[in-house]
């Protein structure tokens, strides 16, 4: 996506599951000089595998679907990220929503000054780099705060403790995040997370195993015991995790 310019257009797609809130949008969205509609979509899915295939700087999007939510299909975005609107009649959502970055909250019935504001502020963020140029969640966003993570649990987002790390294991497209209190399956990558986890705090010891370094119990020939349960160290780690041992004058 080029930056956005006053000779450029902001691109935009609507996801909304009701007739009457898509032709609502619609037609605010012709009223922009400045906004340029690219598709609209009652289906998430569809819509998803659009913006997937044919990136936009934002995306106006509703929370209460069939299928997927809203909430979901953020996760589910491919990185960069477009700006998100979310347009909805549920206010619960609004902490939710801004956990995963979402640029604003429109709740519905959506007054058009109301609307041409929140556009407004998609076009003083877009900068030189694509909008949302921050990498985001794929599949199922890992939203953050400071001591923290939030994964897609089931139907929900949850939130986990980094404290209660410890360990993380992967699991084909899934990863078992094994924590003190029990074990979460997410949707999810190891890149995706290992940006979110705080790099002094935890390591990447094999394809399949990242570590806190605050629970390895002891490490012995080529794997580390966390909780009572020996993980492999793989041969294209060894050497950074030693290094990283070295430094936490863990050996």
């Given amino acids: 996506m080029e930056p956005t310019t006053p000779s450029r257009k902001l691109s935009c797609v609507i996801i909304d599951d009701e007739p009457l809130a ?29 913006v997937q295939d044919n990136p936009v700087d934002l995306v106006l999007l509703d929370i209460h679907m ?15 990220t477009p ?11 609004a902490v ?23 556009i407004s502020k998609a076009r003083q963020h877009a900068a030189p780099a694509p909008l949302a140029s921050a990498p985001a969640p794929e599949p199922a966003a890992v939203a953050t705060s400071p001591d923290a993570m939030f994964v897609k649990n089931e139907h929900r987002l949850q939130r986990v ?16 995040i094994c924590t003190a209190g029990g074990k979460i399956l997410t949707l999810q990558s190891f890149r995706r997370v290992e940006e979110v986890l705080p790099p002094e705090r935890f390591a990447r010891i094999h394809k399949s195993y990242i570590v806190a370094l605050n629970r390895i119990e002891h490490v012995e020939r080529g794997r580390v015991q966390v909780a009572g349960r020996l993980l492999p160290i793989g041969d ?3 050497d950074a995790f030693a290094a990283l041992i070295r430094a936490h004058n863990q050996l």
């Fill in 161 to 176: 403790a980094f404290d209660d790390i410890l360990y993380i294991e992967g699991m084909k497209e899934y990863l078992l």
């Fill in 96 to 118: 939710q929503s801004y956990e995963l970055s979402a640029l604003d909250y429109l709740l519905k019935p959506i007054a058009f000054e109301r609307f041409v504001q929140a």
């Fill in 236 to 238: 294209t780690y060894r």
């Fill in 66 to 80: 069939p299928r997927i939510t809203g909430l979901q299909f953020v996760q589910l975005l491919p990185a960069p």
């Fill in 22 to 50: 898509l032709d609502l949008l619609a037609g605010y969205c012709a009223q922009v000089p400045f906004l340029e509609l690219r598709g609209q979509f009652h289906d998430a899915l569809q819509g998803l595998a659009f």
């Fill in 83 to 93: 700006r998100i609107i979310f347009t909805t009649a549920y206010d619960q959502y």
